[in-house]
């Protein structure tokens, strides 16, 4: 009990840690990135103002002080639940993000959870038929689809299913009026999600159908086999088991590479979540939006990280054992 | 009587990249009820794809090319895997040879058991599931079938896995059992068990087992018949008394007398080289638990001498050569080089270069402890490179080329990779390499454990060689006696760390005077199959003996440890 506690307590130090160090990257690149966050505040009328305005304005938004002191400023109202406005849309970032974030989980949530489940079928089926014609055919076609850019790939799904045969809405997240409509969400979900999962699901399928393969050829699988079990048995009730921790660590360890896809392909569909605001805050410096949008998706790429880890650490039962210290 | 199991001109081949291959060719052999045939041969012969072929679980590049398999009076030859599967467990089953990877890492070792049961008797209540499995567990002798139903594979002793997977075969009453070397990488004491065990269930069960082997002496007090195989043909097949009596095959008489006949062994000079004084060696695991792995240990090995050490597996022999080797430092005690003490820093610096050309050590393991992407040439040159030895013989790869002719491999091995070689050729190889700085003293981490009999031949008489004519100095780890027996002067018995009993070969086998080393001695097998050593060997099942008390000299050069009664 003791030790779950200690375990418990260094984990979340190792996180604050990684978080406190993204977040001084985060602020130091920001400021020294090219962009000026009065273009964002102000629009066109920034270019208009005289230098002495300008010098002005920066002291108004607390930029005129060193990248130091500006830190340490954030740094203070961050920890009192003070994350500044973001100049661009003139509001709480907090307000801003949380607009825009259920979006992102939405698209990146069900994008996950299917090429999950896909990936573990077809990794099956593929090892099912090790080397034979249906495995071969889905080894290539996979590695190539895998490598067809995501852009590119949302362009041609926009250019067929919106615009030449127009049954799918082509961008955004609703149409205008049907925000609380489940069912147009779900029709604007369609092709960006299609372009995640086609994108990704062979990244994962792959690794599964190759530590099936070196569980089925695992001599266990034979005495399994010589109880009288049926090929399919085995798969089910031996191989699969003994992949699935495995599996599931490794795809939490891959939550920012489906994540940074996202990002992608919501700029392609002009999709309103997280990653078009990402871009935009990056290439206009708003910075305070932009801090909390690294500093998100950092702790979702630390979190996933650490939650693999902490699988791997507890399945494995020779390690558990270990630790328990029986042996006979 | 009925034949339960035909097998009519049975040929496998296997698609390599290199074209077919025939792995079994025209094999023929009944077995009939209650019988155990034996079927021994050397590795690769084609016993464990026999196997496979019976219980059609071969790989997919094996075809079956010609000849028929009868079961219990059915031609299973062509059965669909269908068909075969409601044979496997209820006429057939197998057990296969590591049983660390023939169990489910993940699964407890009740759970795997239970399935077999489950499988044999569909819809059966999983309490009583689990009473037959228990059940099972005790038939097989295990002490305590509750706790080890709950137990993971890799948290049980091999002998126990064997257990195992033995009950599992046993499960679903099969009438046929074949066992693919149940007893091999097992300690001797552990073997004896398992082959007492497989004697007994036989009986009991009047089952027919088909008992796989690379050693006729595991064989010699239980099977009825045997079949010898080489390269995929039976040679031979006959009663075991009359095999074992009058080898007729040129391949059974080398199985039969595959161990090196050297009655002469020659004298030794008074010098010590090496020795050991009380050494200890602890592993601390964590905090709470520490390991002694080597427990005040004192021996001596002299000059020319070769010095045999036995013991279970984990009884701390690895740790002792590697404590010689300085590989560890040892917690306490002293070894002493030629009076250097090896241990002292000091002393080691002063002395780096005797140190570390004149003792040499080869691993148990050739193929992990050689580097793969190097050639043998560069492999065997390295020490001599290291220590700044300039080749006598001109060049470096000529100097490798020397010592490669001298452990019986010619030059052309010299461009070729770890990879490419047989297990005997690496452990040659590993050989040459501790050969070219001419040590004095070789430490031999079980260099045979890992080579068929007619390969450990060879080495034990290269050894025997090196000795004789450069006067090299040996420790020899093994657990197996009979090679210790030939080949040592003097050998020590070590139990859980501690040495029991140190000897001359010849005084240690005639008079073992530690129970332990009693035991292990009696767990030999003896290739007599009149021999009833089997029946003999101490089925109490004395697992442990007593590890305190007193090394004393009862006679001249016999060492023993006494208990001490107050």
């Given at each position: 009990m003791k030790s779950a506690v200690v375990y418990a307590v260094k984990k979340l130090l190792i996180?604050?840690?990684?978080?406190?160090?993204?977040?001084?990257?985060?602020?130091?690149?920001?400021?020294?990135?090219?962009?000026?966050?009065?273009?964002?505040?102000?629009?066109?009328?920034?270019?208009?103002?005289?230098?002495?305005e300008k010098a002005a304005a920066r002291e108004r938004l607390g930029l005129d002080s060193s990248v130091y002191i500006q830190y340490i400023r954030w740094v203070g109202n961050a920890a009192?639940?003070?994350?500044?406005?973001?100049?661009?849309?003139?509001?709480?970032?907090?307000?801003?993000?949380?607009?825009?974030?259920?979006?992102?989980?939405?698209?990146?949530?069900?994008?996950?959870?299917?090429?999950?489940?896909?990936?573990?079928?077809?990794?099956?089926?593929?090892?099912?038929?090790?080397?034979?014609?249906?495995?071969?055919?889905?080894?290539?076609?996979?590695?190539?689809?895998?490598?067809?850019?995501?852009?590119?790939?949302?362009?041609?799904?926009?250019?067929?299913?919106?615009?030449?045969?127009?049954?799918?809405?082509?961008?955004?997240?609703?149409?205008?009026?049907?925000?609380?409509?489940?069912?147009?969400?779900?029709?604007?979900?369609v092709l960006p999600v299609a372009v995640l999962v086609m994108s990704h699901f062979w990244y994962y399928a792959y690794p599964v159908r190759n530590m099936l393969l070196e569980q089925t050829h695992a001599d266990y699988v034979l005495t399994a086999k010589a109880k009288g079990m049926s090929s399919g048995a085995v798969m089910l009730k031996h191989c699969i088991p003994n992949i699935i921790p495995s599996y599931i660590s490794f795809m939490a360890v891959s939550v920012p590479h489906i994540l940074s896809g996202t990002y992608i392909v919501e700029a392609v569909f002009s999709y309103p979540g997280l990653g078009t605001l990402a871009y935009e805050s990056a290439r206009y410096g708003d910075y305070n939006l932009l801090m909390v949008i690294c500093l998100l998706t950092g702790t979702a790429v630390i979190l996933s990280n650490m939650t693999g880890q902490a699988i791997m650490e507890k399945i494995n039962p020779a390690i558990s054992a270990q630790k328990r210290g029986e042996n006979l | 009587?009925?034949?339960?199991?035909?097998?009519?001109?049975?040929?496998?081949?296997?698609?390599?990249?290199?074209?077919?291959?025939?792995?079994?060719?025209?094999?023929?052999?009944?077995?009939?009820?209650?019988?155990?045939?034996?079927?021994?041969?050397?590795?690769?012969?084609?016993?464990?794809?026999?196997?496979?072929?019976?219980?059609?679980?071969?790989?997919?590049?094996?075809?079956?090319?010609?000849?028929?398999?009868?079961?219990?009076?059915?031609?299973?030859?062509?059965?669909?895997?269908?068909?075969?599967?409601?044979?496997?467990?209820?006429?057939?089953?197998?057990?296969?040879?590591?049983?660390?990877?023939?169990?489910?890492?993940?699964?407890?070792?009740?759970?795997?058991?239970?399935?077999?049961?489950?499988?044999?008797r569909p819809g059966l209540p999983k309490a009583q599931v689990r009473e037959r499995v228990i059940e099972l567990l005790e038939s097989v002798e295990i002490h305590n079938p509750e706790q080890v139903y709950i137990m993971y594979p890799h948290s049980l002793s091999g002998g126990m896995r064997q257990r195992c997977v033995i009950a599992m075969a046993l499960a679903s009453e099969a009438k046929i059992l074949l066992a693919d070397e149940p007893a091999t990488a097992l300690d001797v004491t552990v073997q004896a068990r398992i082959l007492q065990l497989l004697k007994k269930i036989q009986k009991e069960r009047d089952m027919a087992v088909v008992l796989v082997s690379h050693d006729p002496g595991v064989v010699a007090g239980i099977a009825h018949r045997v079949a010898v195989m080489q390269e995929g043909r039976i040679v031979e097949n006959g009663i075991t008394k009359d095999i074992f009596a009058v080898p007729r095959h040129p391949c059974t008489k080398s199985l039969l007398k595959n161990k090196p006949d050297f009655s002469k062994k020659s004298e030794i000079s008074g010098e010590t080289l090496l020795e050991v004084k009380n050494l200890t060696h602890d592993f601390v695991i964590n905090k709470h638990s520490v390991i002694r792995a080597v427990d005040n240990v004192s021996f001596s090995v002299r000059k020319g001498e070769i010095f045999g050490l036995v013991g279970e597996s984990?009884?701390?022999?690895?740790?002792?050569a590697r404590c010689i080797m300085n590989i560890y430092k040892p917690y306490a005690g002293e070894i002493l080089y030629k009076g250097i003490n090896v241990c002292d820093k000091a002393d080691f610096r002063s002395n780096r270069k005797i140190l570390q050309t004149k003792r040499q050590i080869i691993f148990q393991d050739s193929s992990s402890s050689l580097n793969h992407s190097m050639r043998v040439a560069d492999i065997i040159a390295e020490p001599m490179r290291l220590c700044g030895i300039s080749p006598k013989r001109g060049t470096y790869l000529k100097e490798a080329e020397f010592q490669l002719y001298h452990v019986g491999l010619n030059s052309d091995f010299l461009w070729k990779k770890p990879a490419e070689l047989s297990g005997g050729q690496r452990q040659r190889v590993a050989i040459a390499r501790a050969l070219s700085v001419e040590p004095e003293l070789l430490v031999a981490d079980e260099p045979l454990s890992s080579l068929d009999a007619a390969v450990q031949a060879q080495i034990v008489n290269l050894f025997n060689h090196l000795r004789d004519e450069h006067g090299f100095s040996f420790v020899f780890i093994s657990h197996d006696l009979s090679m210790v027996k030939y080949l040592c002067h003097r050998a020590g018995v070590m139990y859980k760390g501690r040495l029991v009993e140190l000897a001359p070969v010849d005084e240690l086998f005639s008079n073992p005077l530690h129970p332990y080393t009693r035991t292990l001695i009696s767990s030999v097998p003896d290739t007599d199959p009149a021999s009833d050593w089997l029946d003999r060997f101490d089925r109490s099942g004395q697992d442990s003996f007593c590890t305190e008390g007193i090394f004393t000299e009862v006679s001249a050069g016999h060492f023993v440890l006494m208990e001490v009664h107050t």
């Open positions: 996180f604050f840690a990684g978080i406190f160090v993204l977040s001084i990257i985060v602020f130091v690149m920001s400021r020294i990135a090219p962009g000026d966050p009065l273009v964002s505040y102000y629009g066109d009328r920034a270019e208009k103002m005289s230098a002495s009192r639940g003070n994350f500044g406005i973001s100049y661009k849309y003139r509001q709480d970032v907090s307000e801003v993000i949380s607009r825009r974030l259920g979006n992102t989980l939405m698209l990146g949530g069900i994008s996950f959870a299917l090429v999950f489940i896909l990936a573990l079928l077809l990794g099956w089926f593929c090892a099912r038929f090790e080397d034979r014609l249906p495995d071969r055919i889905l080894c290539k076609t996979g590695t190539f689809v895998s490598c067809i850019p995501e852009f590119w790939l949302s362009l041609v799904l926009i250019f067929v299913f919106a615009v030449t045969l127009g049954v799918l809405p082509g961008g955004g997240a609703y149409d205008p009026g049907h925000s609380g409509d489940a069912l147009n969400r779900l029709r604007h979900l | 009587m009925n034949k339960l199991l035909e097998i009519k001109n049975l040929s496998v081949a296997i698609d390599t990249h290199y074209g077919k291959k025939d792995v079994l060719r025209d094999i023929c052999l009944e077995v009939y009820p209650g019988e155990v045939l034996a079927v021994i041969g050397e590795s690769g012969c084609g016993k464990t794809m026999l196997c496979k072929s019976i219980m059609r679980l071969l790989p997919r590049s094996a075809k079956i090319v010609s000849g028929s398999i009868i079961a219990d009076g059915e031609d299973i030859t062509g059965y669909s895997d269908r068909k075969m599967q409601s044979l496997r467990g209820r006429l057939l089953s197998m057990t296969f040879q590591d049983s660390l990877s023939a169990l489910n890492p993940a699964l407890s070792v009740g759970h795997q058991i239970g399935e077999a049961v489950s499988l044999h984990g009884c701390g022999k690895s740790t002792l």
